[in-house]
């Protein structure tokens, strides 16, 4: 006589349970960050604004609510734009917007290919 039950209850194939409320607890506690896509969308446009001689440096800030790619004339200067990514806009008016030194902000959106087709047109910083 064959005993089927005996041979499963030896071994465990369950998977490990994790309760829901623990992984997000963890995933608020990172930082937000700007994924290796973006990343190279964003680079590969500062690469030729490098080229064009209008920028020269850049910063990155991962920040706990917001990530963001700051780009300079100089580096002891305030940034000229900053590239932001804001996961709680997302639904809203989009989690992408590039804002200018002033603080406005020059476009906003859900795609950041889109968003970045504001360097597009020449913006130059205009010195009086």
């Known amino acids: ?9 030896d071994r465990d194939d369950s998977g ?3 309760p829901l409320h623990e992984v997000r607890k963890v995933r608020s506690d990172l930082p937000v960050t700007f ?3 973006e990343l190279d969308q ?3 446009l500062y690469g030729r604004m490098v080229a064009a001689g209008e920028w020269r440096d850049y910063a990155i800030d991962h920040l706990k609510d917001r990530a ?12 000229l734009f900053q590239i932001v990514k804001d ?8 989690a992408y917007s590039v804002v200018a030194a002033t603080g406005a902000i020059l476009k906003r959106g859900h795609e950041l290919p889109r968003v970045l087709t504001v360097f597009d047109k020449t913006l130059r910083l205009v010195t009086g």
Request: positive net charge; charged residues 30%; hydrophobic residues 35%.
């Open 87 to 94: 996961p709680k806009l997302a639904r809203k008016q989009g």
């Open 42 to 44: 964003i680079l590969r």
């Open 35 to 37: 994924e290796r896509r």
């Open 68 to 79: 963001i790619f700051s780009v300079f004339r100089r580096t002891s200067e305030i940034p």
């Open 16 to 18: 490990i349970l994790i």
């Open 1 to 9: 006589m064959t005993d089927y039950g005996s041979a499963g209850e």
